[in-house]
Structures are given as structure tokens and as C-alpha cells.
Nanobody
Framework: QIQLVESGGGLVQPGGSLRLSCVLTGALLDRYAIGWFRRAPGKEREGITCTSSGDGLTKYADGVRGRFFISIQYPMNKVYLDMKNLESGDTAEYYC????????????????????????WGQGTQVTVSS
């Protein structure tokens, strides 16, 4: 059974940093493309970043580029989202998602990630940026 489990969320002050983790079980990460999404209170879920294991391409949404960084540890089957210079607008539930296509297209602006194409989702982890 394929599962994604996120962790690492919490309360952080504006300007602070946080690392989210996502572990994939039941499959090998190098056969998947990964996306991170978030849903802020009262808003639609939006894409943040995506990576394709097949070609190593990584893209970000305009609002997080330069502050958020995705990385993968294939032996550990783990994906990380390092978030820096956090702002109150980053407060949201964060989700990782996977699609069994290592070359799945990752748009230049990950904000427009087609979430309906992602087959597997984690349960989400809450990030709250507040002083």
C-alpha cells in the first residue's frame, strides 16, 4: 500500500525557518514525481513546488521561489521542503503528493500544478507563521 506521511509542521515566527518531511512507503521514490501543495484558511489548495525524479527538474511557485527549497533523499524515500524567511501568508496546511510518472511535467510556475493528476496524498501538516 502506497502512503505519504508528512511531518515537521508547527508554529514559527515571521522570518523563521522550518523543514517539512514527507516519506513515501510502499514504493520507490525514484519512480515518482513529487509535488508540495498548501491550503491556507479560506483558500483553494495551491501548488508550491514540484520535482521530477526522472530528469531532476525542480520548479517553484512565484510566491515561494528563493525562500522554499525541495530536496530528495532517494535511499531514505524522503522528500524535504525547507522553508526560509517565512511570512504570515505562508500559514497553511501543507501536503506532499506523488504521481507514478518520474517524468511528469513540472510547470515553470508550480502554482499551476495540476493537483488532480497526483494520485497519492499525505494527510497534511500544519504550518503557522505568527509572532
Amino acid at each position: 500500500q502506497i502512503q505519504l506521511v508528512e511531518s515537521g509542521g508547527g508554529l514559527v515566527q515571521p522570518g523563521g525557518s522550518l523543514r517539512l518531511s514527507c516519506v513515501l512507503t510502499g514504493a520507490l521514490l525514484d519512480r515518482y514525481a513529487i509535488g508540495w501543495f498548501r491550503r491556507a484558511p479560506g483558500k483553494e489548495r495551491e501548488g508550491i513546488t514540484c520535482t521530477s525524479s526522472g530528469d531532476g527538474l525542480t520548479k517553484y511557485a512565484d510566491g515561494v521561489r528563493g525562500r522554499f527549497f525541495i530536496s530528495i533523499q532517494y535511499p531514505m524515500n524522503k522528500v524535504y521542503l525547507d522553508m526560509k524567511n517565512l511570512e504570515s501568508g505562508d500559514t497553511a496546511e501543507y501536503y506532499c503528493a506523488a504521481i507514478p510518472d518520474p517524468y511528469f511535467y513540472c510547470p515553470n510556475n508550480a502554482f499551476s500544478l495540476p493537483e488532480s493528476q497526483y494520485a497519492y496524498w499525505g494527510q497534511g501538516t500544519q504550518v503557522t507563521v505568527s509572532s
